[in-house]
């Protein structure tokens, strides 16, 4: 019963309460290492084919997947695109910013939220380009992390005037007012 | 056990609650036959014999085998095996298992002290759901299970660990007889198994 927990820094990326559950597991898979990615998998099975399923040049990583892939590059763009964030480019570069935004703010909560919803998609996007040969649409795709973030953050009614914040609700066409302060 | 009946029937004649002949039983120890047939001819219930159930738990004087803690398994199975638990997604399920398992297996673990093959076994049916969606297919875990049982601050997902929260629920017991609470069962024990001397409690042989 003495056992003593380290404290990791990136546990509250993912457990917060405007990110939908399904998206934080998968999101803390991601942190622990165990999705199922290529390059996971071929250490018990070497001889499969290990190339990326989005743009089917490189390997399949968590790093490549997630970030380095041309398809979700585009995605992040459609995604961050109106608050003005720096594109992730690197797994190591992406947490180390979140985590030290981890202020209880709307945008750095946005910011979490938008994260983990992301990775969600593009794992989900993956697994069915895979498994079920649907085809890829990246419009489709941002279309539908944006209407995740938009049900997770309707019940926002008011929001301080600061341009950032504004331009995100006017993004999700969130029906808010903006406080004069 | 006149007096006991006695006591019955005025109860009876106060609130209007009588014991149900048909649902209770009464349960001898150290009696001789000639006085248990007389004291079971007075007040008329059944003689049960241990181990019995009482509100759901095994009540035995030996330590706890499988066939005693086989109704916790098979309540959380039970659980599981609706449709509406097999189709949830793994947060889905891993709020099912913090809700609703944790809380069936918390209510035996706050009274007995599980043996370890019981926990043991109510822990794979745990971690098995989890993974696989299913309570006796085995599929291979993504993550160590006592990862899985760390807080989600230090990096796991939350799930208590059994064995702990079991001894932690015991010696919530133990920590009452300590401070000397004030009900029947701790004056009972106090008086019949402690002694208290210059302030510290020792175990009466």
Same mark, same amino acid.
């Given at each position: 019963?003495?056992?003593?927990?380290?404290?990791?820094?990136?546990?509250?990326?993912?457990?917060?309460?405007?990110?939908?559950?399904?998206?934080?597991?998968?999101?803390?898979?991601?942190?622990?290492?165990?999705?199922?990615?290529?390059?996971?998998?071929?250490?018990?099975?070497?001889?499969?084919?290990?190339?990326?399923?989005?743009?089917?040049?490189?390997?399949?990583? !968590?790093?490549?997947?997630?970030?380095?892939?041309?398809?979700?590059?585009?995605?992040?763009?459609?995604?961050?695109?109106?608050?003005?964030?720096?594109?992730?480019?690197?797994?190591?570069?992406?947490?180390?910013?979140?985590?030290?935004?981890?202020?209880?703010?709307?945008?750095?909560?946005?910011?979490?939220?938008?994260?983990?919803?992301?990775?969600?998609?593009?794992? !989900?996007?993956?697994?069915?380009?895979?498994?079920?040969?649907?085809?890829?649409?990246?419009?489709?795709?941002?279309?539908?992390?944006?209407?995740?973030?938009?049900?997770?953050?309707?019940?926002?009614?008011?929001?301080?005037?600061?341009?950032?914040?504004?331009?995100?609700?006017?993004?999700?066409?969130?029906?808010?007012?903006?406080?004069?302060? | 056990?006149?007096?006991?009946?006695?006591?019955?029937?005025?109860?009876?004649?106060?609130? $209007?609650?009588?014991?149900?002949?048909?649902?209770?039983?009464?349960?001898?120890?150290?009696?001789?036959?000639?006085?248990?047939?007389?004291?079971?001819?007075?007040? $008329?219930?059944?003689?049960?014999?241990?181990?019995?159930?009482?509100?759901?738990?095994?009540?035995?004087?030996?330590?706890?085998?499988?066939?005693?803690?086989?109704?916790?398994?098979?309540?959380?199975?039970?659980?599981?095996?609706?449709?509406?638990?097999?189709?949830?997604?793994?947060? $889905?399920?891993?709020?099912?298992?913090?809700?609703?398992?944790?809380?069936?297996?918390?209510?035996?673990? %706050?009274?007995?002290?599980?043996?370890?093959?019981?926990?043991?076994?109510?822990?794979?049916?745990?971690?098995?759901?989890?993974?696989? $969606?299913?309570?006796?297919?085995?599929?291979?875990?993504?993550?160590?299970?006592?990862?899985?049982?760390?807080?989600?601050?230090?990096?796991?997902?939350?799930?208590?660990?059994?064995?702990?929260?079991?001894?932690?629920?015991?010696?919530?017991?133990?920590? %009452?007889?300590?401070?000397?609470?004030?009900?029947?069962?701790?004056?009972?024990?106090? %008086?019949?198994?402690?002694?208290?001397?210059?302030?510290?409690?020792?175990?009466?042989?």
């Amino acid at each position: 019963m003495d056992r003593v927990y380290q404290r990791v820094p990136w546990a509250p990326i993912m457990w917060n309460n405007t990110t939908p559950p399904k998206c934080s597991f998968i999101t803390w898979m991601c942190f622990q290492g165990r999705l199922r990615t290529m390059d996971n998998l071929k250490k018990w099975m070497p001889e499969i084919y290990d190339i990326c399923v989005l743009c089917g040049k490189c390997q399949e990583t !968590k790093e490549h997947l997630f970030f380095e892939c041309d398809f979700a590059r585009t995605v992040w763009k459609g995604v961050l695109w109106c608050n003005g964030w720096s594109m992730p480019c690197k797994w190591n570069d992406l947490t180390r910013s979140l985590v030290r935004s981890l202020r209880g703010d709307l945008l750095s909560r946005v910011k979490k939220t938008t994260f983990c919803v992301s990775l969600y998609f593009l794992w !989900k996007c993956r697994n069915e380009v895979l498994f079920r040969k649907s085809s890829l649409n990246q419009e489709d795709l941002v279309k539908s992390i944006m209407f995740m973030l938009k049900i997770k953050f309707s019940s926002i009614c008011k929001v301080p005037n600061r341009p950032n914040v504004v331009r995100w609700c006017r993004m999700l066409k969130l029906d808010v007012k903006v406080l004069d302060s | 056990m006149e007096r006991i009946q006695w006591h019955l029937h005025h109860f009876f004649k106060v609130s $209007g609650l009588q014991p149900n002949v048909a649902k209770s039983s009464i349960y001898f120890a150290g009696t001789s036959e000639y006085i248990q047939r007389d004291i079971t001819l007075l007040l $008329g219930f059944e003689v049960g014999y241990l181990p019995f159930r009482y509100l759901g738990l095994p009540m035995t004087s030996k330590r706890l085998s499988q066939p005693d803690w086989a109704p916790l398994t098979q309540k959380i199975t039970a659980k599981l095996r609706h449709w509406s638990s097999r189709l949830l997604s793994y947060a $889905g399920r891993l709020e099912l298992i913090k809700s609703v398992l944790r809380s069936i297996e918390a209510f035996w673990g %706050s009274i007995i002290l599980l043996p370890s093959a019981c926990i043991s076994e109510v822990e794979a049916i745990v971690r098995n759901f989890l993974w696989s $969606g299913d309570a006796s297919k085995t599929k291979q875990a993504k993550v160590a299970w006592h990862t899985v049982c760390t807080p989600t601050e230090a990096g796991g997902l939350g799930l208590t660990n059994f064995h702990l929260l079991n001894k932690a629920l015991i010696l919530k017991h133990l920590w %009452s007889i300590v401070v000397g609470k004030e009900t029947l069962w701790i004056r009972w024990i106090h %008086s019949k198994y402690l002694y208290l001397k210059e302030g510290r409690l020792g175990l009466r042989v």
